[in-house]
């Protein structure tokens, strides 16, 4: 994609502008997307389609080797990197009139601006070998060429240019005003004069009997120390430097080639060449990369921070050589099952923060802290381990939790700086041991939509002041930002609390509760559970199967 900004007007409006402006103007030859952009870049307000440049890039010779719809496919990325047109050199429009039809019906097609063609016979040959000895077209023939070319274009200013080669094959000026003035009768819309002298004598002798009739053009390759001024002068319209990319190119790639090839090493080459980025400029990755941000969702940036220091005691044997996030339910750990459904959901940076035999603590991709101290302090002494691991957007979660995948799904979509999941089953028959019930500013109206709800208190107890909790809180939290915030300031704060070895993530929520931070709730209605005995391996089990 063109990296300048496309100009308002069409392609072909340009090159008629090229064409029929007042001053001398000039295009370079261009052979593939890279080259074609590279020419843009430069400067130049079109390119010339080059047949010559176009066969030897892919390897040919300049004698229609390739077909006209090979050299098609490859304008159309000259086209697509490019914002100014593109004249296609197209020799002797590959075949007869009709031919010559659907070449202009395709050309306009993929938004090229023009075509040259010449007055030889198909096959053609490069005008600089054995010019001499080329048949030129009959006039007629070649007008009718002209003529169906002009009658089937669509757009108005797409430009056929018809090219003279009497000069070249030996006939000399008579013949060549004779056929350059039957062509502009049929209709081309300039007359490109072909020389193969080194001098432009031919050329300015012909460009004066010419004297303006139509837009005249020339391919100064051999008489190139001619000063561009005497065109000027001479009333010549558009100067095609026609092969000089391709040409570059080669040189620079048989002098880089040769000196890999003896040195072995880059050393030598690397300073002279572009750089990748140039290359990656060239190509229009910037705007690439606007648009993925502008159309692609953006990957989570999420980052898990899981509790996993206890021992988890009421498991017995089962904890004896590792902590509770490391026995297996259905032969998978539980930690490697909350990681899968992590990943699921697209997070994929994790803290786990391990404690008792915390080297059991083995999985790949996880970053780990330790809470050293573990035997004496409770989950916010082993969440404060990880604070330097915090992130404005995050979840912090035990490590025993086996739920299904919607809720991490919907957690992470809930809005709200700090969103805790609240199982409203109360009747659970998978919630054992001594749950965290929570109390919130209105019970699950099970309604499919996002309910406004906020947290009220946690606690052990199932009735506070006569008063029924709304659900379970089940361990599971989203902070984005501010919430982030106001957790790293509530640590700090209880971190001087005498009993802060004691606290745990409801203490927590209930210290943020008391300072009037609004932590959300999401309700969920059980398809969760979470292991503290022997009895939860045999439902984790089963919920697992
Ligand atoms: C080309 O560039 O392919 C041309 C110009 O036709 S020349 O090679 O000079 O004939
Ligand atoms: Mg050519």
């Known amino acids: 994609m063109s990296n300048i900004s496309p100009e308002k007007i069409s392609k072909c409006k340009q090159l008629r502008?090229?064409?029929?402006?007042?001053e001398l103007e000039f295009i370079l030859e261009a052979h593939n997307g890279i080259s074609a952009s590279i020419v843009e870049h430069a400067g130049f307000k079109g390119i010339w389609g080059?047949?010559?440049?176009?066969?030897?890039?892919?390897g040919v010779r300049d004698s229609n080797e390739a077909s006209w719809t090979q050299v098609v496919d490859m304008l159309e990325f000259m086209s697509d990197a490019t914002s100014i047109p593109i004249l296609l050199d197209g020799d002797t429009g590959y075949g007869n009139f009709n031919n010559m039809r659907r070449l202009v019906k395709k050309l306009e097609q993929r938004d090229i601006a023009g075509v040259c063609i010449e007055d030889k016979q198909f096959p053609k040959t490069n005008s600089f070998i054995d010019g001499n000895k080329q048949p030129l077209a009959e006039i007629d023939e070649f007008c009718g060429k002209i003529k169906a070319g002009k009658d089937s274009q669509a757009d108005d200013n797409f430009t056929i240019v018809a090219r003279v080669e009497a000069l070249i094959a030996g006939w000399g000026l008579t013949e060549a005003l004779k056929r350059a003035e039957a062509y502009h009768n049929a209709g081309a819309d300039g007359i490109l004069i072909h020389s193969k002298m080194s001098r432009p004598d031919e050329i300015l002798a012909f460009a004066k009997e010419w004297a303006e009739r139509a837009p005249l053009v020339i391919v100064p390759t051999k008489y190139y120390s001619t000063p561009t001024e005497a065109f000027r002068k001479a009333g010549i319209d558009l100067v095609i430097w026609a092969n000089h990319m391709i040409r570059t190119s080669i040189a620079a790639m048989e002098a880089t080639s040769k000196t890999i090839f003896k040195s072995e090493s880059l050393a030598d080459v690397e300073d002279k060449i572009a750089g990748v980025d140039h290359v990656f400029q060239l190509q229009g990755a910037d705007e690439l990369s606007r648009a993925q941000k502008r159309y692609l969702k953006q990957k989570s940036n999420i980052h898990a921070i899981i509790l996993a220091a206890s021992r988890g005691s009421e498991l017995h044997e089962l904890t004896h050589d590792k902590p509770?996030?490391?026995?297996?339910i259905g032969g998978k750990t539980l930690l490697a099952r909350l990681m899968d459904g992590l990943?699921?959901?697209?997070i994929n940076?994790?803290?786990?923060i391990a404690g008792y035999k915390a080297e059991a603590i083995n999985l790949p991709g996880?970053?780990?802290?330790?809470?050293d101290d573990y035997e004496n302090g409770d989950e916010l002494k082993t969440l404060q381990c990880a604070q330097e691991n915090f992130n404005d957007d995050m979840l912090i979660l035990y490590s025993d939790l086996l739920f299904r995948e919607y809720i991490l799904r919907d957690l992470i979509e809930t809005e709200g700086e700090i969103v805790i999941i609240v199982d409203s089953a109360l009747g659970n028959p998978n919630m054992t041991g001594t749950p965290d019930y929570a109390y919130c500013s209105r019970d699950d109206d099970r309604s499919p939509f996002m309910q406004d709800v906020i947290l009220t208190q946690v606690s052990l107890s199932n009735n506070i002041d006569n008063k029924k909790p709304s659900g379970y809180w089940i361990g599971m939290m989203r902070v984005r930002k501010q919430g982030r915030e106001w957790i790293d300031t509530a640590l700090d704060e209880l971190k001087s609390a005498p009993d802060f070895n004691t606290l745990t993530l409801p203490d927590l929520l209930n210290h943020l509760i008391k300072q009037g931070k609004p932590i959300n709730v999401h309700y969920i209605d059980g398809h969760w559970l979470d292991v503290n005995s022997l009895d939860d391996i045999d439902r984790a089990n089963h919920f697992t199967k």
């Open 17 to 22: 502008n090229l064409l029929e402006s007042n």
């Open 50 to 58: 080059s047949g010559l440049a176009l066969s030897a890039q892919f």
């Open 324 to 328: 509770k996030a490391m026995i297996s």
């Open 343 to 346: 990943k699921k959901a697209g």
């Open 349 to 352: 940076k994790s803290t786990v």
């Open 366 to 371: 996880i970053e780990k802290c330790i809470n």
